[in-house]
């Protein structure tokens, strides 16, 4: 039988909550397809490695971690200790742009069972996959100040895109749409007001669109994009974005569709030449650590999505279907920004029940 | 009694359309309250100058228009026969930077009459205003291309902010919360993945909020805020942020409420060195130009806003509750993006009539 190497980093706040239901639902999972799950455990998280060593990560990270299946991500950031661009840059933002995992997919469903924020919507209605650049762009280190602590203090970052970088996830999310129903991709610009990287974009965009004749494809500003959201999710299908209009949308997403809390995410490396990372969009949550009421969802689904990317997508289907029935037919197990009252133990056990 | 002069400038697309509607409902307004207006028209448009001269504006833009009280702006943009960024950098983006209108104010509320798209939500719940930095930030030209058309092709543009620029915002903001009931304000920041100039915003935030000690402050990452505005809107008064997630807040921000058609916005000079810009959040749309059925509210409570900056608050307030009116009690003339089958003459024509 197969047998898979996952590092696990629960990492900080919720991290640590969630984890080890998502860990609870695919043991579960793994018993009944018949595949084997090594997971070997890492503190790297502010509360962890570097109360103790002052880094994030120790200086071998891509040896320790380079050999595993696949990295298995909670949540960092303690900001009350260190400052969220510290823990962030020195951990997750790292192994997204040093494992090469140009891809950041993020599904958006409205599942049975949610009630969204949004009226005039049927689970099913709302069904996409946002594709977010995931190594490059406005997520550059490049820049700082100039005549600090006086009137004239200027500070500058750069943007920076690869026809590299653009092309492939280009690539990837024009593939992905090619395989769907609907075969419609959107990609997100801010052409007119963003004058040099966003034109470029669109360039490669429309460039990569002409291969793929098949596909519907389509762009929207930025601005009018987040308000169809809101207003027309349906119309959507797969939505290409650069790293921070992506990291926008596939908030605003999961929360026309309910609640964060229910979101995966997956970081691909699609070479393979390194780990790909799963972990849910939502953060490391503070403001509810140690509550025990954490929404698990996101890091169960972020679990299927890793099993599919190892080549296991009946066993992540499983789970996602265990979710779905979950939310619609256990009210009583539901946390509280599902409207509920329960744990995330109870919600976590209730699915890996199901499965 | 009060003469003021008005540049009036109705651009491109549906420009053409609502402005003429909000043109009305000045007119209105001045016979009530005793003032006159002199409107001076220019054809600043794609469809317009730059067909006959290969530009947005002549060279003395700036003595032709630098002397009107306020310039009264419908949209610019003909994207078939003009690159939007050339368009928008050639005109409306020019007078932002150059007759530095730092402050783009735009107001966010649930009115009465409107259905908007989140269930849970009635008139008088959602209720802010997104204080937007309009001359820097993400909307600089400053960048380039190397490598032009080979595979190592790279594209680069920086985000610019000074401390002039931001505290300036920042101030306004600040003091504009504090002359609202609720005294509070939220920030906008990324400065988890944008680690160089968000750091920044944040920490000027952070001191600016010491000298509004009445203020309650906070700050949300722009992904968890755009959610926010789903999920919790009636949480938000004053939001403030750089120009591009002031961008995106503001057109999100009114498709919570409803339509993008009826936010109006002001492009602020608080120092009254230059005259201040006002025009709706939509553009030129395009789409559904010339059928007579663009929704001209935004328009036409820009023109509110701009009385209000002329010092006319009693009309502003005249024309927002004739707005309020008309979309409540008269169904029958509301535009297709209201639900309605109506026109924009008629809806315009209803609320001067209302006036
Ligand atoms: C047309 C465009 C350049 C403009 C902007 O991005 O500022 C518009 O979206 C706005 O919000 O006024
Ligand atoms: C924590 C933060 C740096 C991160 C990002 O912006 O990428 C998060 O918001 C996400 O979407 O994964």
Redesign the pocket.
């Known amino acids: 039988s197969h047998r898979y190497r996952i590092a696990v980093i629960p990492g900080d706040g919720i991290g640590r909550e969630v984890v080890p239901e998502g860990l609870r639902c695919l043991r579960a999972v793994a018993e009944i397809h018949g595949f084997e799950l090594e997971t070997v455990e890492f503190g790297f998280a502010c509360a962890g490695y570097w109360v103790r060593h002052g880094e994030m990560l120790p200086p071998d990270w891509r040896e320790v971690l380079g050999g595993f299946d696949a990295i298995f991500f909670g949540a960092v ?1 303690w900001p009350e200790a260190v400052p ?1 661009h510290v823990s ?1 840059w020195g951990s ?2 790292k192994f997204r742009r040093e494992f090469d995992q140009y891809v ?1 997919l993020r599904p958006v469903r409205l599942l049975r069972g949610v009630r969204g924020p949004l009226r005039d919507h049927e689970p099913g209605d709302i069904d996409f996959l946002v594709v977010r650049e995931n190594t490059e762009g406005e ?1 550059s280190s490049i820049g700082g100040q100039i005549f600090e602590g006086t009137d004239r203090e200027t500070v500058v970052q750069e943007t920076v895109m690869t026809r590299t970088g653009v092309d492939r996830v280009l690539r990837y999310a024009f593939e992905l749409a090619g395989s769907r129903p609907r075969k419609h991709l959107t990609w997100a610009t801010k052409s007119n007001g963003i004058s040099i990287t966003m034109p470029y974009w669109d360039e490669r965009a429309a460039a990569m669109a002409e291969r793929y004749p098949d596909v519907v494809a389509d762009k929207d500003h930025i601005d009018i994009l987040a308000a169809k959201f809101v207003l027309r999710p349906q119309q959507y299908d797969v939505v290409v974005a650069s ?1 921070l209009f992506g ?1 926008i949308l ?2 605003l997403g999961p929360a026309c569709a309910g609640t964060i809390g229910i979101a995966p ?1 997956a970081n691909i490396n699609p070479d393979r030449t390194w780990p790909s990372l799963f ?1 849910p ?1 939502h ?1 490391s949550a503070p403001d509810i650590a140690g509550r025990g009421i954490a929404n698990p969802v996101g890091q169960i689904w972020s679990g299927a999505m890793m099993l599919d990317h190892l080549g296991e997508p009946a066993a992540a289907a499983r789970i996602v279907a265990a979710i779905e029935n979950v939310l619609d037919e256990r009210p009583e197990v539901l946390t509280p920004d599902l409207g509920g009252s329960g744990t995330t133990a109870g919600l976590g056990t209730a699915i890996a029940a199901e499965i």
């Open positions: 950031g969220d962030l997750l933002l950041n997520y790293n990291d596939s908030d995410s972990e969009v953060g």
